[in-house]
């Protein structure tokens, strides 16, 4: 059962404009989200979270907004650059349980 | 470079054999998790240490396959006899979790690629 979805599989922006990323998750209990970025080849790196508690974090160029009674996340890139072109994953947790999408891949045109 | 470290990046092996990979987390982290990652899917547990003591392991995780962490520090993954279905990207990752109601953020490893033929 996917516990956390990204049910966009592609994005594409132009550099400059508002790059918008959703996620949805189907268990209430998650109390801590995540989003990474992953390049090919690479590993995912941590890019920005947020606790349940708040439904908002900012941080740069990033922000994550978080609508629990929606059970939805997502992730605002302003304003994008060539350099956010790649694999975004969201992620949930409730202790040490991890659960993510299935990434949705950007790509920002110049 | 003090980021989680895994070797080898790429194995080729034959369907049957048995291959191991060691993952090096973020020193001074107590938590290392072990995950796989397939096309078009997101990463998916496996199993997971605190400290030395394996904590979980997922179903996905058969008898094949097992983990260790000796010390604390680094771990290994082995996979036994080989399959094609194992064939995927293997991810560390690690955290430093120092109250068990905490927020935690994994820091993960670049990953080793396994194709089997």
């Known amino acids: 059962d996917q516990q956390v979805k990204q049910n966009s599989p592609s994005l594409s922006v132009q550099e400059g404009r508002i790059s918008i990323l959703n996620c949805d998750y189907t268990?209430?209990?998650?109390?801590?989200f995540l989003w990474y970025k992953k390049y090919p080849a690479e590993g995912p790196t941590f890019l920005i979270s947020i606790s349940s508690i708040k439904d908002k974090n900012e941080d740069g160029r990033f922000t994550v907004f978080l609508n629990k009674s929606a059970k939805h996340l997502s992730l605002h890139i302003v304003p994008s650059q060539p350099g956010d072109s790649a694999v975004y994953f969201c992620a949930a947790s409730k202790g040490n349980q991890f659960y993510f999408g299935t990434g949705t891949s950007l790509t920002v045109i110049p | 470079d003090t980021g989680v470290s895994q070797n080898p990046r790429h194995k080729i092996t034959k369907r049957g054999q048995n291959v191991t990979f060691r993952c090096d987390p973020i020193s001074e982290h107590n938590r290392l998790y072990w995950y796989r990652q397939t096309l078009g899917q997101g990463p998916e547990f496996l199993t997971y240490f605190q400290n030395e003591a394996q904590l979980e392991k997922s179903r996905l995780l058969s008898d094949r396959f097992s983990a260790e962490r000796p010390k604390g520090s680094f771990s290994t993954l082995e996979i036994q006899r080989t399959e094609q279905g194992d064939s995927a990207m293997y991810l560390c990752a690690s955290s430093l979790v120092l109250r068990l109601a905490g927020e935690e953020t994994q820091y993960f490893g670049p990953g080793t690629r396994l194709l089997v033929l």
């Open positions: 268990n209430s209990m998650f109390d801590y």
